[in-house]
Each structure stands twice: as C-alpha cells, then as structure tokens.
C-alpha cells in the first residue's frame, strides 16, 4: 500500500516531508484568507485516516476556476493547534485527473500523538485539521467510535457531530454505506441527491461523494478524528458482490466492471484512505500497542460468492431460508480465498490482547425460527449476512479458536444495534455438545457489537412483535434496538471492552440530543458479554482542531 500513483509529489520522500524548514514556519505563519475566500476553495473540508504508528493519510480537495489544467497544494503539520511547533511541510499537485483531490502519506511522526494540519491553494488556508497517530508497546486505555449507514438523503448527520465533539478518541471506525448510491426520493426524501439520478458513472460518484464531502457534520468529524473506513455495498450498489449487484442491471446500466471501477477510482480520490495494489483488496490492519488490533475486512468486491434466494415463507418478515443444499457448499464464501488466508494468518500472529474485526454484515445467526444444527439450524432471516454463508463463518470460527480467542466483531449494515454472543450452535443449550447457554455464556467463541446507522431507517417496531421475534429465537442475542439512530462507542482496556450504545433524538432536524442506551462488556478470557455501565471519558484530552 502506498502513495496514489496518479498523485505527482514535490516532497520527493517522507524523511524531506517531515524535515524543519524556514517555508513551513512561513506557510503556519500567513494570515488566513477570510472565511468566505477559505470555503470556496476548500469547499470539501480536511479529513484523515489510515493512521499508524509513524504516519497518517491526510486529505483535502481544492476546487478551482473553472479551466483550470491543475492545482499546487501545500500541508503544513504542527504539534499545536496554533501552529507554533511546526514539524514539516510538503507539496504536491493535483489535477481534474483525481477530481482536484490530495492525499498526503505524511510518515515521520512520533506514534500515540494527537497532530494539526493544514492546506494551502489558490491564495486561501483550508480548516485546521486534527489526526493522531497509533500507539506503540504497552498501551493501557483506548477510546473508539465506531459508525455505519450515512445515508444523506434519509436525514441529518447529528451522530456524527456527537462523535466529533469526543476529543478524547483515539480513531473512529467506520464500517461501510459511507454513501448511498439511489437517486432523489429513492431510498430516504429529507435531503435531494446530487446527482438526481442513481449514480453509475464515474463522474457520478465523485458528484455524489462531493455532496456529502461538503455536510457539516461529517466535516467536523473528519476535521476532528482520524478515521479507519471499511466499504459495504452502497458504495457502489446494493447487495453488491464479486460479479455484480442486486442493484445493477447491465442491460440499462452497463457493465458491473467499468461501474464498480468508477466506484473504485472516486472512492480512492475522496477518502483519506491508502489504495491498494489491488483497489478491491481493502483488507488491512491496524495495530493499536499490545492492546488491540483491528482487522479491516472487504466483504463485497474482492471474493464474494453471489447471494442464494430467499424462498421460505415467514410470518411478519417475509422469505427466510434454511441452511441446507447450495447454502451449504463449502466453495460458496463471503471473503475469498485469498482473503481467508490473510484474515487466519494476521489473527493468529497478533500480539495484540484483543483482536477485532471489522466489516459490514451481521456475523451472529439471525433467525425467525429457531433450532438446533442438529435439527437443521431453522429459519434464517437474510442470506446477505453471514448466514447466507454458514461454512465460510465455521471457517472464520476456526481462526478465532486458533488465535487464543478475545475476539471482537464489529458490524454495521443493518441499520440497528445489537450486541450478541458468538456461538456455532446457539440453539442448542448444551455447551458440551458445541451449543451455548444463554445463562452462563458457555459455549460463546467470541462477541459482536453491531451499530446502528448515522442515518438509515431501522425497523419499525411499535408494537414489539419483531423484537419478540427475535429474542425468542435467537438466545445469544443479549441486546436489539431496532428503530433509533446513533454511534457505537468503544472503550477498551486490559481486562475488558466495553460497547457503549448511543443514540441521537432526530435525523429530521438539526439538534444537539443524544442519550446513553446500555452497554455490554466483554471480560479478557471470556469471549461472551454481560451487562456494563457507561464509561469515563479519558482526562485531559488533546485539544480540538479550531
């Protein structure tokens, strides 16, 4: 993974970037342009992401007069929000040829560090951004928000104004549905879209990745945190997977190639993201001390086997399935084999005291009848999750034993907030036979906390019949909030995580509301949750980006 390759740099390697020089201190020392001449040029915000221990990917986009040919670009990185120690400075040009987007991989940083930044271009200042990079050897408290499901056009980013007034986190996560690709009043009406039109074409995905670049809310949060993004399908299109998507016709709509490409290419220009050899290999890993590592897994583009039917009927829901006949071929996979490979080998060789892994769909067994393996599993709800592919899931089961346990899933997609134990078998309430009892946790392998969206509907629920449904059926499930919108908050420690569950009031207006829900934790060495508390924030935190 390294520098975009369309990205021509002035700042020849990393050691010159972060090198003390007298046209640093200079550029952190111009007097700002007034805010009007600021915002039109630097129209999208800042944001960062891909931190490590030694570097972090910082971003911004330049727009420029119309005819412009191409754009120079300075960064300036300080140790203070006011710019009075400055650590390095770098250059590079960008060009309609990656939509006028920068991307820096400004390395040479001192790890566990809160980092301020800023843009020069066309005689204006960008916003003053705030990064931090990853923590090195023994590492006692780490705080983590984790989001999914933006969909602008369904209501306002409040969550994310919430997530970017915590200054004391360490890295937000965020676990697909970034964008949604739906047209005006296709799939959410408080907001238009930009296109109009369901996006398809490369110019359409920059347009619309565009639009949300410029939102306040997630403005701030990119001004504020750095962040670690995975994609999911609405990237690109719904229920996408290797050769196509539920959401793409290719006899109105073109090939699924040359769109998933378009969607590729604009996704690498306008997220602060590192591009792979591969675009659709996203898979990567962050090392966070001794204390966490986080898996960041592709569960879409690169290897997925496409999605069975649904064909059983079933009260209130609709169509389930049954794990039986071609859901049971051991060749049908949700990663790809090279993915596979990767996600035991990087699990297994983490010195890390908690491993998590973070990607789109539920992970735990999701059923609308209930039954044993034995007795063939019962109804499934959704074979998009992880349930559509149950041998691939026994083989992720395998790496999770393998690397000593202490797993964490962290899920988004599915537009509400659970926490669940893991389990191969949780109808069966003998753990002696590989079931699970609900009452003691025995026979978890591992836990799930999963998200709800920024913005997405849930599932409507007022009079609790889903709810029952699903905590009848489904006893490792400690906790399902169907209907509310909102963040998870991670707060880790040595001998436990915790999943804080928080919601916002409203995505129909602009507020300041937001209400602790519950929380799970999950002990070190007991891979199944219980009940918590809200956590305490972290002391004197770095100060905010201004």
Same mark, same amino acid.
Request: aromatic share 8%; charged share 20%.
């Given at each position: 993974?390294?520098?975009?390759?369309?990205?021509?740099?002035?700042?020849?390697?990393?050691?010159?970037?972060?090198?003390?020089?007298?046209?640093?201190?200079?550029?952190?020392?111009?007097?700002?342009?007034?805010?009007?001449? !600021?915002?039109?040029?630097? !129209?999208?915000?800042?944001?960062?992401?891909?931190?490590?221990?030694?570097?972090?990917?910082?971003?911004?986009?330049?727009?420029?007069?119309?005819?412009?040919?191409?754009?120079?670009?300075?960064?300036?990185?300080?140790?203070?929000?006011?710019?009075?120690?400055?650590?390095?400075?770098?250059?590079?040009?960008?060009?309609?040829?990656?939509?006028?987007?920068?991307?820096?991989? @400004?390395?040479?940083?001192?790890?566990?560090?809160?980092?301020?930044?800023?843009?020069?271009?066309?005689? @204006?200042?960008?916003?003053?951004?705030?990064?931090?990079?990853?923590?090195?050897?023994?590492?006692? $408290?780490?705080?983590?928000?984790?989001?999914?499901?933006?969909?602008?056009?369904?209501?306002?980013?409040?969550?994310?104004?919430?997530?970017?007034?915590?200054?004391?986190?360490?890295?937000?996560?965020?676990?697909?549905?970034?964008?949604?690709?739906?047209?005006?009043? /296709?799939?959410?009406?408080?907001?238009?879209?930009?296109?109009?039109?369901?996006?398809?074409?490369?110019?359409?995905?920059?347009?619309?990745?565009?639009?949300?670049?410029?939102?306040?809310?997630?403005?701030?949060?990119?001004?504020?945190?750095?962040?670690?993004?995975?994609?999911?399908?609405?990237?690109?299109?719904?229920?996408?997977?290797?050769?196509?998507?539920?959401?793409?016709?290719?006899?109105?709509?073109?090939?699924?190639?040359?769109?998933?490409?378009?969607?590729?290419?604009?996704?690498?220009?306008?997220?602060?993201?590192?591009?792979?050899?591969?675009?659709?290999?996203?898979?990567?890993?962050?090392?966070?001390?001794?204390?966490?590592?986080?898996?960041?897994?592709?569960?879409?583009?690169?290897?997925?086997?496409? /999605?069975?039917?649904?064909?059983?009927?079933?009260?209130?829901?609709?169509?389930?399935?049954? @794990?039986?006949?071609?859901?049971?071929?051991?060749?049908?996979?949700?990663?790809?084999?090279?993915?596979?490979?990767?996600?035991?080998?990087?699990? !297994?060789?983490?010195?890390?005291?908690?491993?998590?892994?973070?990607?789109?769909?539920?992970?735990?067994?999701?059923?609308?009848?209930?039954?044993?393996?034995?007795?063939?599993?019962?109804?499934?709800?959704?074979?998009?999750?992880?349930?559509?592919?149950?041998?691939?899931?026994?083989?992720?089961?395998?790496?999770?034993?393998?690397?000593?346990?202490? @797993?964490?899933?962290?899920?988004?997609?599915?537009?509400?907030?659970?926490?669940?134990?893991?389990?191969?078998?949780?109808?069966?309430?003998?753990?002696?036979?590989?079931?699970?009892?609900?009452?003691?946790?025995?026979?978890?392998?591992?836990?799930?906390?999963?998200?709800?969206?920024?913005?997405?509907?849930?599932?409507?629920?007022?009079?609790?019949?889903?709810?029952?449904?699903?905590?009848?059926?489904?006893?490792?499930?400690? $906790?399902?909030?169907?209907?509310?919108?909102?963040?998870?908050?991670?707060?880790?420690?040595?001998?436990?995580?915790?999943?804080?569950?928080?919601?916002?009031?409203?995505?129909?207006?602009?507020?300041?509301?937001?209400?602790?829900?519950?929380?799970?934790?999950?002990?070190?060495?007991?891979?199944?949750?219980?009940?918590?508390?809200?956590?305490?924030?972290?002391?004197?935190?770095?100060?905010?980006?201004?």
């Amino acid at each position: 993974m390294g520098r975009p390759a369309d990205l021509e740099t002035r700042a020849p390697n990393r050691r010159e970037f972060f090198r003390r020089s007298s046209g640093a201190a200079l550029l952190a020392a111009a007097p700002l342009l007034p805010a009007q001449a !600021q915002g039109a040029v630097f !129209q999208h915000g800042v944001a960062s992401g891909d931190p490590l221990s030694d570097r972090v990917m910082l971003w911004t986009r330049v727009t420029p007069p119309a005819g412009t040919s191409s754009v120079t670009v300075d960064l300036v990185v300080a140790s203070d929000p006011g710019f009075t120690q400055v650590v390095g400075s770098g250059r590079v040009r960008t060009s309609a040829a990656r939509d006028f987007t920068v991307k820096f991989d @400004a390395g040479g940083l001192a790890p566990g560090r809160s980092w301020y930044y800023r843009f020069s271009a066309l005689g @204006a200042a960008s916003p003053v951004g705030r990064t931090r990079t990853l923590p090195t050897g023994a590492t006692s $408290h780490l705080r983590i928000a984790v989001a999914s499901c933006s969909n602008h056009a369904a209501g306002l980013f409040n969550a994310y104004r919430r997530i970017a007034e915590r200054a004391d986190l360490d890295l937000v996560l965020h676990l697909g549905d970034y964008l949604y690709e739906y047209g005006s009043n /296709q799939y959410g009406s408080l907001r238009p879209t930009e296109p109009v039109s369901e996006i398809i074409t490369l110019t359409d995905y920059r347009t619309r990745h565009a639009q949300y670049k410029r939102d306040a809310d997630l403005q701030e949060l990119h001004r504020q945190h750095a962040m670690v993004p995975v994609w999911d399908d609405h990237e690109t299109a719904n229920d996408a997977w290797r050769g196509g998507a539920q959401n793409h016709d290719p006899a109105t709509e073109g090939t699924w190639s040359a769109r998933r490409n378009a969607a590729l290419k604009a996704y690498y220009e306008w997220m602060p993201v590192r591009e792979p050899a591969d675009p659709k290999q996203a898979q990567r890993s962050f090392r966070l001390g001794d204390l966490a590592e986080f898996t960041m897994l592709e569960g879409r583009l690169s290897g997925r086997s496409q /999605q069975l039917p649904a064909t059983v009927p079933i009260p209130v829901l609709g169509a389930g399935f049954k @794990a039986s006949g071609r859901f049971l071929d051991p060749t049908r996979t949700l990663l790809g084999t090279t993915q596979e490979a990767w996600l035991g080998t990087t699990l !297994q060789a983490s010195p890390a005291r908690w491993k998590f892994i973070g990607q789109g769909v539920m992970f735990a067994q999701l059923k609308a009848v209930g039954r044993p393996n034995a007795e063939g599993g019962g109804v499934f709800v959704n074979p998009d999750q992880w349930d559509g592919y149950p041998p691939c899931r026994d083989r992720v089961f395998d790496m999770i034993d393998a690397a000593g346990g202490n @797993a964490v899933v962290l899920t988004g997609d599915i537009h509400s907030a659970w926490a669940n134990d893991l389990s191969r078998d949780p109808n069966n309430p003998d753990p002696a036979s590989g079931g699970y009892d609900r009452a003691t946790g025995a026979g978890s392998r591992a836990v799930e906390f999963v998200t709800t969206s920024i913005t997405s509907p849930g599932l409507p629920d007022p009079d609790g019949l889903l709810a029952g449904i699903v905590f009848a059926q489904n006893p490792h499930v400690r $906790h399902a909030d169907l209907d509310r919108r909102g963040y998870l908050l991670l707060d880790i420690q040595p001998a436990r995580v915790v999943g804080e569950f928080w919601v916002v009031d409203t995505v129909a207006a602009p507020s300041h509301v937001q209400t602790f829900v519950t929380a799970f934790e999950v002990r070190d060495g007991t891979n199944h949750l219980a009940p918590s508390a809200m956590t305490t924030p972290k002391a004197n935190p770095p100060a905010p980006a201004p």
